[in-house]
């Protein structure tokens, strides 16, 4: 009898890389089923629902939670979050990495949006409001970094081009 082997998940972070690096890091996070849960585009700008505001207040309060990790450039989408994280962990202190910062945002907004699905009544989602994994990219110089913070303003702009669009 052969043995079933379950499909093998894809790596996508960099192997022996330690997230915990300061740096910049680019990161897109994807909400499961692509559900536009955090507002609409209107005249090439993101209106941001009671949602959407939320996860803007959560991505922003990381900062607080994470006193070496500064948030820059982001932008709210209606199905997703593009973001950048500047690290810059000092050699005598708490050294965070990436996953931590990840797991505290994804779990936070999480939290607080099914807490609003109950009591404000926000459309539900299907188990989970995030996609289980995210993209990232480490930024490496400042043309790299110009140009995500350039993709990051004019995404809205560039909504019914991108690949995460529904039509609404």
Avoid at 71 to 96: A, G, Q, T, W
Wanted: net charge neutral.
């Amino acid at each position: 009898m052969k043995k079933q082997l379950l499909p093998q998940r894809k790596i996508i972070r960099l192997q022996h890389y330690d997230y915990a690096e300061n740096g910049l890091y680019f990161i897109t996070i994807c909400v499961q089923d692509r559900l536009c849960l955090f507002g609409h585009i209107l005249n090439e700008k993101m209106e941001l629902s009671a949602a959407g505001k939320m996860i803007e207040e959560c991505y922003l309060e990381l900062e607080q939670y994470f006193p070496t990790v500064k948030c820059l450039d982001y932008v709210i989408m209606p199905n997703h979050i593009h973001f950048i994280l500047h690290f810059e962990n000092k050699e005598n202190s708490v050294r965070y990495s990436l996953f931590d910062v990840m797991q505290r945002f994804k779990s936070r907004t999480n939290v607080e949006y099914i807490k609003n699905v109950k009591q404000n009544n926000w459309q539900p989602f299907n188990k989970k409001l995030w996609q289980r994994s995210y993209y990232e990219h480490i930024i490496r110089d400042e043309k790299d970094y110009l140009m995500i913070a350039e993709y990051i303003d004019n995404n809205p702009l560039n909504w019914v081009l991108d690949k995460l669009y529904i039509a609404g």
